[in-house]
T-cell receptor, first 116, second 113 residues
Framework: GAVVSQHPSWVICKSGTSVKIECRSL??????MFWYRQFPKQSLMLMAT?????????EQGVEKDKFLINHASLTLSTLTVTSAHPEDSSFYIC????????????FGPGTRLTVL | GDSVTQMEGPVTLSEEAFLTINCTYT??????LFWYVQYPGEGLQLLLK?????DKGSNKGFEATYRKETTSFHLEKGSVQVSDSAVYFC????????????FGRGTSLIVHP
């Protein structure tokens, strides 16, 4: 099946710093990528939908200035958590969907962010 | 709107026991249905899917049948292993929609030796 990677797999940072998370589709071109946040023992919460070459669409309640999303190519989307605070600590997961393919999303392995 | 309801966990079983995790859904159209599995500390992996009524998805001994009449997609496995311990998510995607899945809350499965 299709492979989606995320980097880094975990990161620890100080409060007030910014962290960038990369999501790559390794063997296919992803016209649309999605960013999710998952709290412990809970389901995934969709944060935003990212389309290549256009601005991301954020879900209600998600601060677009805090969670910057860039989808610069058909194989790469990045999520930057700006001025991170401890409450931003979470597990962030991306997924990718291909245009014209079946309606399946392929998920990355996730990135564990801990803000001290 | 669309929704997915899963049985609450954790589900605790002994090795080789029979597994059923219930999943029901509501949707405005004709969704495709999925089961994803999440092992500790990892992302989601597609376990199986079904795209139309009466389809049966199967993988690694797991199977689920798309039941339109009962709007259900229950996950079953005849004999679980310790390595099956994980969180299982039922999800749907509306065909022709935004391709954004609607997830259930997830059901934790714990298998003891």
């Amino acid at each position: 099946g299709a492979v989606v990677s995320q980097h880094p797999s975990w990161v620890i940072c100080k409060s007030g710093t910014s962290v960038k998370i990369e999501c790559r589709s390794l063997d296919f071109q992803a016209t649309t990528m999605f960013w999710y946040r998952q709290f412990p023992k809970q389901s995934l919460m969709l944060m935003a939908t990212s389309n290549e070459g256009s601005k991301a669409t954020y879900e209600q309640g998600v601060e677009k200035d805090k969670f910057l999303i860039n989808h610069a190519s058909l194989t790469l989307s990045t999520l930057t958590v700006t001025s991170a605070h401890p409450e931003d600590s979470s597990f962030y997961i991306c997924s990718a969907h291909t245009s014209g393919a079946t309606d399946t999303q392929y998920f990355g392995p996730g990135t564990r962010l801990t803000v001290l | 709107g669309d929704s997915v309801t899963q049985m609450e966990g954790p589900v605790t079983l002994s090795e080789e026991a029979f597994l059923t995790i219930n999943c029901t859904y509501t949707a405005t159209g004709y969704p495709s249905l999925f089961w994803y599995v999440q092992y500790p500390g990892e992302g989601l992996q597609l376990l199986l899917k079904a795209t139309k009524a009466d389809d049966k998805g199967s993988n690694k001994g797991f199977e689920a049948t798309y039941r339109k009449e009962t709007t259900s997609f229950h996950l079953e496995k005849g004999s679980v292993q310790v390595s099956d311990s994980a969180v299982y998510f039922c999800a749907l995607i509306e065909v022709g929609g935004s391709y954004i899945p609607t997830f259930g809350r997830g059901t934790s499965l714990i298998v003891h030796p």
